[in-house]
């Protein structure tokens, strides 16, 4: 399996329950099986359309030598890029502005909306960290045998 797809697999792990955990602390009024469901499906979908915007940006890290081998030389950078976005994410709950309103039954409720620019931006910061790090080497593929000796 290629390193790009490892790197998106891993994103899409960390991304999926990083959106069902914050949507889970929002509050709100529970509806049952529909709501549930919705907790996975929403964050799954959001982090896929995600991944595929910075897996398209980052193209030119992949494909042009010299970016390539400037990224791949500080993979610090996507580390810390991943870190900041987990900063974003919880600065952006810790932030988050309190909703009240009257449900169904009369009884009031509160929600909590987190700041959209913080949480934005750690979203994309995370997924961009987490689908273009580079840890250790990456396999040669410039052929399968790299000598061969002919013994008569």
Same mark, same amino acid.
């Given at each position: 399996? $290629? ?8 994103? #899409?792990?960390?991304? @999926?329950? !990083?959106? !069902?955990?914050?949507?889970? !602390?929002?509050? &709100?009024?529970?509806?049952?099986? *529909? #709501?549930?469901?919705?907790? @996975?499906? /929403? *964050? ?10 910075? $897996?398209?940006?980052?193209? +030119? ?23 900041? &976005? ?12 309190? @909703? @009240? ?9 509160? $929600?909590? /909306?987190?700041? +959209? ?6 979203? /994309? ?10 840890? &250790? ?9 790299? $000598? ?5």
């Amino acid at each position: 399996m $290629s390193n790009w797809l490892w790197q998106t697999v891993l994103a #899409g792990a960390v991304m @999926v329950p !990083t959106g !069902t955990i914050l949507l889970l !602390t929002m509050g &709100g009024d529970y509806d049952g099986l *529909p #709501g549930l469901v919705g907790y @996975v499906v /929403v *964050p799954a979908v959001l982090s896929f359309a995600l991944i595929t915007a910075v $897996s398209i940006i980052g193209i +030119p890290l992949r494909l042009l030598r010299g970016w390539r081998t400037w990224w791949r030389a500080r993979p610090w950078i996507a580390l810390g890029l991943a870190a900041l &976005g987990i900063a974003y994410i919880v600065a952006a709950r810790i932030l988050a502005t309190t @909703v @009240v309103w009257v449900g169904d039954s009369g009884d009031t409720n509160e $929600s909590y /909306v987190p700041q +959209p620019l913080l949480l934005i931006a750690g979203a /994309v910061s995370l997924a961009f960290g987490l689908v273009h790090t580079w840890l &250790g080497r990456e396999p040669d593929n410039s052929g399968l045998v790299r $000598s061969v000796q002919v013994t008569r």
